[in-house]
């Protein structure tokens, strides 16, 4: 059964705009991930989050977790065209497996 | 480049017949995965290794065998394809790349199966 669910399950959003992208999860949690994939291309590791944090940043990532939600957002600021791809929560619950949920495609409008 | 190649990369097969897919990796990495991607379903974790001749079942073992005889290679049997099982298939291999604890997964670049 999928641990983590995206939402929205697609988003259209302006280049220059914020995305905004947001997971669920139903178990406890060591870590939360976020990767993207690009059409026909592999999974690509965005950033990591571990249970004890709040918020975390990467360039022009910022993830939030709230694990009495058990909730996790990930956002894109100033988004570019080659930001277009879907992207995928993972959820580390220390037993060797990462669970992924169903992804978001998120596609920038020039 | 955690260096992991996959083989075949596109393959079409006829129910009922054998498929192997392999993953080759050359960082001697101790855990591979096998997961399959379907539209709707996202990424669903098949088998899974953490050492050689050490593997376990995911959530959609059934109809799949792994077989991991060398650390560098880690093989996906369909022993007899179904046409559910047409998917695109993705190796992957994790990575401790966080002192933390965290362990993050570095993935192939798929094969895709269809199954007619």
């Known amino acids: 059964s999928q641990q983590g669910e995206e939402d929205p399950q697609a988003l259209s959003i302006q280049e220059g705009e914020n995305a905004t992208m947001n997971c669920s999860y139903k178990?406890?949690?060591?870590?939360l991930q976020w990767y993207r994939q690009n059409s026909g291309r592999g999974l690509v590791h965005l950033i990591l989050?571990?249970?004890?944090?709040r918020e975390k940043h990467s360039g022009r990532l910022r993830v939030t977790l709230d694990t009495s939600k058990k909730s996790s957002s990930l956002l894109i600021t100033a988004s570019r065209a080659a930001d277009t791809a879907s992207y995928f929560c993972?959820?580390?619950?220390?037993?060797?497996?990462?669970?992924f949920g169903t992804g978001t495609r998120l596609t920038i409008i020039p | 480049d955690a260096g992991i190649t996959q083989s075949p990369r596109h393959k079409v097969t006829e129910t009922g017949t054998p498929v192997t897919l392999r993953c080759h990796q050359t960082?001697?990495?101790?855990?591979m995965y096998w997961y399959r991607q379907d539209p709707g379903h996202g990424l669903r974790l098949i088998h899974y290794?953490?050492?050689?001749?050490?593997?376990d079942k995911g959530e959609v073992s059934d109809g799949y065998s792994v077989s991991r005889s060398k650390t560098e290679d880690f093989l996906l049997t369909l022993e007899s394809a179904t046409s559910s099982q047409t998917s695109v298939y993705f190796c992957a291999i994790r990575l401790n790349l966080d002192r933390g604890g965290g362990n993050t997964i570095y993935f192939g670049e798929g094969s895709w199966l269809t199954v007619v």
């Open positions: 290794s953490y050492g050689v001749k050490d593997t």
């Open positions: 960082e001697n990495h101790r855990y």
């Open positions: 993972a959820t580390d619950r220390g037993n060797e497996k990462l669970t």
């Open positions: 178990t406890s949690i060591n870590n």
């Open positions: 989050i571990r249970s004890n944090e």
